[in-house]
């Protein structure tokens, strides 16, 4: 029996919610019912080598070596980076540049499949998960090549590795998925909820700590019910209903909505007792210590108007998103724009010939008229952007300074601070491209760092 707590439809004053953010079209009516279709393995995978934050995996294969499933091709290089392993089985037959979501070109390894899908011999349960220490529970993480999957891809085992001087006591769940169209995170909730409580046990126990939250956006009643069951009565575990709202998922805000507390401008989640990681990592992080299963693939959406089947896909990691395109029946419409992620925060295509990485929750195809097309026009000081922004930042503000070239002043009103969720570009009536602006002003400020400490070494 689950635990009681109030239900969906009890009223707002239940649902948790933070100041700022908007209210798009959440958009998920083409998937939210569609249950998740394993892709199986592909003919060929395209595996980047840069699958998260920080620095890629060098290739440890070469052109000609067979490999299996789960196999290492890819080895870590320092603490902040993860392995990268064979997706399916068969013959490396390249490795080079390719066309990578995140934009360019990134070093990748080919596989071409031998149809055996077999997995390499090091893959094996676990029979004695529920016991392991921390320590080892982290290297299993960092090993099977885990990075958050809610797009960010900052890798796991960083995140489970707090300094001793910031304890952490409440580790946060993100079911909350407010990127209008995207359903993956609602669908693993609703069809793997023991996995996603498994998971949640494992990260737990990582960080020594007892208190665990599933936060859950209102628009999902199924999700909501099938995640209380799951969670064993009594004890710290809790659902927490969310209003629907964006950013609701930003780490910040969910934070701020579950717990009141508040994270320091320019400091993390550790800083006020917290760990936060995504649904979809809980069940990577479940199947990697108790199946001994690597990251080789991961729940994503395909979606939009011009798609012929929109589904949510089991897809291997390397999987080129021309070939589910095929599988989701094809392209029946006209195209004006495909993106990695949603339309809030995700990014632009050139083609549809990139791989499935870790960090990719979705690809939207947008039909015309569903794409803004408009030319920025001057600043109208209306303010609804300061009103919207979760940060409670000046965006306009931040904007003027990063234009006129002083990157310091920008900073020094809160451009770092900035989680580019495009809540102020979605308000905005002018169609400022404010967040393309600030992500110019925080590269500048990076490489005006970078410049500075080379100065300092060379003097």
Not at 263 to 281: E, H, K, R, S
Not at 399 to 415: N, S
Request: with cysteine.
């Amino acid at each position: 029996m689950a635990r009681p707590g109030p239900r969906l439809g009890e009223g707002l004053l239940g649902l948790k919610t933070f100041s700022g953010g908007v209210h798009p079209p959440t958009a998920k009516e083409l998937t939210k019912n569609e249950s998740i279709v394993e892709a199986g393995p592909p003919e060929r995978v395209v595996v980047p080598l840069r699958q998260s934050l920080g620095a890629p995996a060098e290739p440890v294969v070469a052109v000609g070596d067979e490999v299996k499933v789960g196999q290492v091709i890819g080895e870590a290089q320092g603490f902040v980076s993860v392995p990268v392993h064979a997706t399916i089985s068969g013959k490396v037959t390249a490795i080079g540049r390719f066309p990578h979501p995140v934009g360019g070109e990134q070093e990748a390894v080919v596989i071409e499949g031998d149809g055996g899908d077999e997995w390499h011999e090091s893959v094996e349960p676990r029979e004695d998960a529920a016991e392991l220490p921390a320590d080892e529970i982290r290297n299993i993480i960092r090993n099977a090549g885990i990075v958050g999957l809610g797009g960010a891809a900052f890798p796991t085992h960083v995140k489970l590795s707090p300094p001793e001087s910031k304890p952490i006591d409440t580790v946060i769940l993100n079911g909350a998925e407010c990127e209008p169209w995207l359903t993956a995170d609602h669908r693993l909730m609703v069809e793997r909820p023991g996995d996603v409580v498994s998971g949640l046990a494992v990260f737990l126990r990582a960080l020594g700590c007892q208190r665990g939250f599933v936060g859950i956006e209102a628009n999902k009643p199924d999700a909501i019910e099938a995640m209380r069951v799951a969670l064993p009565d009594g004890g710290d575990l809790q659902v927490v209903p969310l209003r629907v709202k964006y950013p609701q998922g930003a780490e910040k805000q969910l934070i701020h909505a579950t717990l009141r507390r508040a994270v320091p401008a320019g400091g993390l989640p550790m800083d006020v007792g917290v760990v936060v990681q995504n649904v979809g990592t809980a069940v990577a992080a479940h199947e990697a210590v108790h199946l001994g299963r690597p990251l080789v693939q991961r729940v994503m959406t395909l979606t939009g108007r011009p798609l012929g089947r929109p589904t949510n896909f089991l897809a291997r990691i390397g999987t080129l998103v021309s070939s589910l395109i095929e599988r989701a029946g094809g392209i029946k419409g006209d195209v004006a724009k495909v993106v990695s992620g949603g339309p809030m925060m995700g990014i632009a295509q050139s083609t549809i010939d990139v791989p499935v990485i870790k960090g990719m929750s979705g690809v939207l195809l947008l039909a015309p008229g569903e794409t803004d097309v408009e030319p920025p026009a001057p600043c109208i000081r209306c303010s609804h952007c300061v009103h919207s922004c979760p940060m409670k930042l000046t965006p306009t503000t931040i904007e003027k300074f990063v234009l006129a070239g002083k990157i310091e002043d920008a900073v020094g009103i809160g451009l770092l601070d900035c989680i580019e969720c495009g809540s102020c570009a979605y308000v905005c009536p002018s169609r400022r491209r404010l967040v393309h602006n600030f992500k110019f002003g925080k590269y500048l400020a990076a490489e005006r760092r970078k410049a500075e400490a080379a100065e300092k070494e060379g003097s």
